[in-house]
């Protein structure tokens, strides 16, 4: 069973930090692309990064661009995503997510979600 379990979220204040990561099971994801997104209360799901299989390119929202990071790391199945100059409009649940097909290229199909970690921003 492929589950992606995300963790790291929590209350910070405005201009705080925070790293999310999210460990995948069940099979390698090491040859495919990964996401995060996120859905703010009363708003629809949104993009926030993408990173392809070996990380040699990431993609951003324009929201986030410059203060987040996201990275990965194959050795141990797991991508991050590093938070910073956090404002009240990042408070959302966030979402790992995985394309299934190997060496795909965007745009990407995500076929395996996480639970969600909340993120909640402080102002």
């Known amino acids: 069973q492929v589950e992606l379990v995300e963790s790291g979220g929590g209350l910070v204040q405005a201009g705080g930090s925070l790293r999310l990561s999210c460990a995948a099971s069940?099979?390698?994801?090491?040859?495919?692309?990964m996401g995060w997104f996120r859905q703010a209360p009363g708003k629809e799901r949104e993009f926030v990064a993408a990173?392809?299989?070996?990380?040699?390119?990431?993609f951003y929202a324009d929201s986030v661009k410059g203060r987040f990071t996201i990275s990965r790391d194959n050795a141990k199945n797991t991508v991050y995503l590093q938070m910073n100059s956090l404002k009240p409009e990042d408070t959302a649940v966030y979402y790992c997510a995985a394309d299934s097909h190997s060496y795909a290229s965007p745009p990407y199909e995500y076929d395996y979600w996480g639970q969600g970690t909340q993120v909640t921003v402080s102002s």
């Open positions: 069940g099979r390698r994801f090491t040859s495919n692309a």
């Open positions: 990173i392809t299989w070996s990380g040699g390119r990431k």
